[in-house]
């Protein structure tokens, strides 16, 4: 049962346009939700994240929109730059007590294009 | 210079034998975890321990075990109970209660011949 859905393994874009990856859920408890960044043969490095009671979030070229009704979050990189090649997962959890317990997608692998 | 220690890089077993990974952090972290990750699939959590002492199982525990007798370290055995060990393994740390922000290790690649 796939808690956490990543529907698109691989995004192709040009350097300089958007890239927005896509991350659905199926679990209403989620209530905190993150985006990690991974090259190959190193662990994950934390980008960006969002509460439930927020729908947008930004951090620089990155921002995080959620869609609660939908049970949908994206990750937006503009300008997209080459360096930001890796594969991209998110990660929800229900928070409290359970706080620790993340439940990651399948992962989308970004490629930007010089 | 803080962070997370996974030891060694790459590791070589073979079928049948217990191994110990090891996982070490300086960040004074009061929380602790262990993910495995298989070619084309997430990471899934193997255990996770809150504090010193305390440890619960996460989604796939079976064929592993863990201990936590320092805040510092979280030592994961692969035993020979696990039916498929061959994946690449990764540690991470939070700062603790209602903090959901994970810090990962780079990670062991673990292959049982």
């Known amino acids: 049962d796939q808690q956490v859905k990543q529907n698109s393994p691989s995004l192709s874009v040009q350097e300089g346009r958007i890239s927005i990856l896509n991350c659905d859920y199926t679990?209403?408890?989620?209530?905190?939700f993150l985006w990690y960044k991974k090259y190959p043969a190193e662990g994950p490095t934390f980008l960006i994240s969002i509460s439930s009671i927020k729908d947008k979030n930004e951090d620089g070229r990155f921002t995080v929109f959620l869609n609660k009704s939908a049970k949908h979050l994206s990750l937006h990189i503009v300008p997209s730059q080459p360096g930001d090649s890796a594969v991209y997962f998110c990660a929800a959890t229900p928070g409290g007590t359970s706080y620790g317990k993340l439940t990651f997608g399948q992962g989308t692998i970004l490629t930007v294009h010089p | 210079d803080g962070g997370i220690t996974q030891s060694p890089k790459y590791l070589f077993r073979k079928e049948g034998q217990n191994v110990t990974l090891s996982c070490e952090q300086n960040l004074n972290h009061d929380a602790m975890y262990w993910y495995r990750q298989d070619p084309g699939q997430g990471l899934r959590l193997i255990y996770y321990s809150q504090i010193v002492n305390d440890f619960q199982k996460g989604d796939i525990a079976e064929g592993y075990s863990v201990s936590r007798e320092k805040k510092e370290s979280f030592p994961l055995t692969v035993t020979s109970a696990q039916k498929n060990p061959t994946a690449f393994y990764l540690c991470a740390s939070s700062a603790g209660q209602g903090s959901s922000e994970q810090f990962f290790g780079p990670g062991t690649r673990l292959t049982v011949l």
């Open positions: 679990n209403s408890m989620f209530d905190y």
